[in-house]
């Protein structure tokens, strides 16, 4: 059974950091290539940075330079750090491994960007 599971999420203000997991079971996690995910209320899923089987990264213009994606495939999990966070970074977090036609996802979690 293929299991993605987030954590990390949270309330912080704005100019804070957060760091997320995404922590994988029932895939061989070092073949995949992972992404982060991020949607608001009305708005289709964005994708906010990935990192590929073989450690490349790309992020989205929105987050270059303030989030740094990460895997450890010993442990099965990527990670996602998130600094000078603003409140445009609102929004829920899911992670996606994809590996061929196979695409996984997790069921997300919160991340608040407020006062």
């Known amino acids: 059974q293929v299991q993605l599971v987030e954590s990390g999420g949270g309330l912080v203000q704005p100019g804070g950091s957060l760091r997320l997991s995404c922590a994988a079971s029932?895939?061989?996690?070092?073949?995949?290539?992972m992404r982060w995910y991020r949607q608001t209320p009305g708005n289709e899923r964005e994708l906010a940075a990935s990192?590929?089987?073989?450690?490349?990264?790309k992020y989205a213009d929105s987050v270059k330079g303030r989030f740094t994606v990460s895997r450890d495939n010993a442990k099965r999990t990527m990670y996602l750090q998130m600094n000078s966070l603003r409140p445009e970074d609102t929004a829920v977090y899911f992670c996606?491994?994809?590996?061929?036609?196979?695409?996984?996802w997790g069921p997300g979690t919160q991340v608040t960007v407020s006062l």
């Open positions: 996606s491994a994809v590996w061929g036609s196979r695409n996984f």
């Open positions: 029932g895939i061989s996690f070092s073949w995949y290539d």
């Open positions: 990192i590929s089987h073989d450690n490349s990264t």
